[in-house]
């Protein structure tokens, strides 16, 4: 509320408008930054309005609770741009569909990798065939049967180069024909993925692919049921103008954009009878103060990522109702290696050794993150069960001292001086703990350079285009594993691939990378990772930060929700004692 000297007059009405619309409507809190154009009128209608839409709200979830409706409310952090299995590329999307779809294999609550809609696979001896069998009781959403024919159609239309999917190289990488199909040099019909019948599914590689089994529980090689896609363009869209057909454990009721998403029991899924909730109700709320707010008055059940300092509080008092997640994840500041000064290695890397990870640890995030000494963080295993990280140690070098005269080295190669620095914009998405780690790096490069960067936010799906367009200098981001191996952390930099929005690219780089993805040889394969990566942090096209773990909160009555370092945490098997709610 802004300092202003009000007439007796003028505070009267105020206190009758706020009178009516107490207990109006709080989601709608914004970052600060944010403009606000509205007329006082405008303000009352608004609220009135929502205090409307929150009554109608609570009276709904009042007769749920009393006809014992088992509903966990929570919250996704972001509005997805779309929640097509062949589409999406965040976790404020992939979050949804690891409940709403299903894949041929999954992770169970120990991390491992068990079967899901392939009740049972075979192998050939040369690793080059795998033969799926799906399971007999596997369904759509809509009863259909889920079928093989449905997982050939899905991953193909990955593939399909009018669709263009981020993620197409998890397919043309593997499989044969995939990549020429891709590129428009061959035909659907010759790649290695059919259908031999309505229960057999038969893949053929290109080379053996020791962790090919869990790319089929990552989130592009879902099914989709051919007949719904085919016949509404939009069908991933608007759940509430055409049916939301899916395999999993929960069908998607409602997508109310920028506000809801709503879940409810898939009584077709195979393990049905396992699934003690009813449905899931997601708000999208980007601030996480206003998301702990609503915990914390028990509108919500279940959140992730509180905010940092409230994470901190509750490990001093060791509260129970807060969970430090594992996570095979990365979080970085990325270049635009295409934009000058970004595109030399001397600015890069002047630029990361000014930053003191170890602050930004123990001062904000405050989670358990440990400072990134690499791009491939700990957790995946090497053949003998020992870290991968273990191989390299410590690639990332800090020495404020050092960093202005390499900087200044760089920018002279690029006719540029530090100056010429000033006004860069550090680019994030709304976030509190983002903004935080932003004006410290922000600080920090000001203490080293004397330069003046500047910050802006915006939300995660419009961070993700531009860093995708290459509209940005440097961004904000980060990586979390698809699949037990560092292949998926360290194949996001090759040249070609899909995901590289930082449009960097090495030979040496690309090759290392290329004899591991050709190797069966797990001992060999790391070895070849373990140089592809020194090679990539002597270049630093990204700046790694620090290895994540996922902070999340449940209250006591919630049981049976549980986290895998590759996934966000699983809600399917999660139950609600409503006598404690």
């Not at 206003?290 to 959140?303: L, N, P, R, S, V």
Request: glycine letters at 6%; one cysteine or more; hydrophobic letters at 35%.
């Amino acid at each position: 509320m802004k300092n202003r000297k009000l007439s007796l007059s003028i505070l009267l009405l105020f206190m009758l408008v706020a009178f009516t619309a107490c207990g109006g409507n709080n989601d709608q809190a914004k970052e600060k930054n944010e403009e606000v154009a509205s007329t006082q009128n405008q303000d009352s209608e608004d609220k009135n309005q929502a205090e409307s839409k929150e009554k109608e709200e609570s009276k709904e979830n009042s007769d749920k609770e009393a006809q014992g409706e088992k509903i966990l409310r929570t919250n996704n952090s972001s509005e997805p741009a779309s929640l097509d299995p062949a589409l999406a590329k965040g976790t404020h999307e992939s979050w949804i569909l690891q409940h709403a779809f299903t894949g041929l294999m999954s992770y169970d609550e120990n991390g491992d990798l068990a079967p899901a809609m392939a009740e049972s696979y075979d192998e050939s001896d040369d690793g080059l065939t795998y033969t799926f069998h799906i399971r007999e009781d596997a369904k759509w959403s809509n009863g259909d049967p889920v079928k093989a024919s449905d997982f050939e159609y899905a991953w193909k239309r990955v593939v399909d180069p009018k669709l263009a999917s981020d993620y197409a190289y998890q397919i043309s990488n593997y499989v044969v024909g995939a990549e020429e199909y891709l590129n428009g040099d061959g035909s659907a019909d010759d790649i290695g993925i059919k259908s031999i019948d309505d229960k057999t599914l038969e893949v053929k590689l290109k080379k053996p692919s020791p962790y090919f089994l869990g790319l089929t529980a990552f989130y592009t090689l879902y099914p989709v049921n051919q007949n719904v896609v085919e016949a509404n363009a939009d069908w991933a869209k608007d759940p509430t103008n055409t049916e939301f057909v899916s395999n999993g454990p929960f069908k998607i009721t409602g997508w109310d954009h920028n506000q809801k998403i709503t879940l409810r029991k898939n009584p077709d899924w195979y393990r049905a009878d396992e699934v003690k909730l009813d449905g899931i109700d997601l708000d999208i709320i980007e601030e996480q103060n206003t998301q702990y707010t609503k915990y914390e008055g028990g509108e919500y059940d279940f959140i992730i990522n509180p905010p940092t300092a409230v994470v901190d509080k509750l490990i001093k008092e060791d509260n129970p109702e807060l969970i430090i997640g594992g996570d095979v994840a990365t979080y970085y500041y990325q270049f635009n290696n295409k934009e000058k000064p970004f595109n030399n290695a001397k600015v890069r890397n002047a630029l990361s050794m000014a930053i003191d990870r170890k602050a930004i640890v123990e001062n904000i995030t405050k989670g358990g993150q440990i400072p990134a000494e690499g791009l491939v963080p700990f957790g995946f295993l090497d053949p003998d069960g020992k870290e991968f990280r273990d191989r390299n140690g410590n690639l990332i070098k800090e020495d404020k001292e050092k960093a202005k005269d390499l900087l200044e080295e760089g920018l002279a190669e690029e006719g540029m001086k530090l100056e010429d620095l000033n006004g860069t914009v550090i680019l994030f998405n709304t976030n509190e703990a983002h903004r935080n780690i932003a004006q410290a790096v922000q600080q920090m490069w000001k203490q080293a350079f004397g330069v003046d960067f500047q910050l802006e936010n915006a939300e995660f799906k419009v961070v993700i285009d531009r860093r995708k367009n290459g509209d940005y200098k440097i961004a904000r981001a980060g990586w979390v594993g698809d699949y037990l191996d560092p292949n998926t952390m360290l194949d996001i930099m090759m040249t070609d691939n899909g995901n590289n929005d930082v449009f960097y690219s090495n030979k040496d780089f690309d090759k290392l990378m290329a004899e591991a993805g050709d190797s069966s040889d797990n001992e060999f394969r790391f070895e070849k990772m373990a140089e592809a990566e020194k090679i990539l942090i002597d270049d630093m096209p990204i700046i790694p930060i620090y290895f994540y773990t996922q902070p999340y909160m449940q209250k006591p009555y919630v049981s049976g929700i549980y986290k895998t370092n590759i996934n966000y945490p699983t809600l399917t098997f999660a139950d609600i004692d409503l006598s404690q709610r």
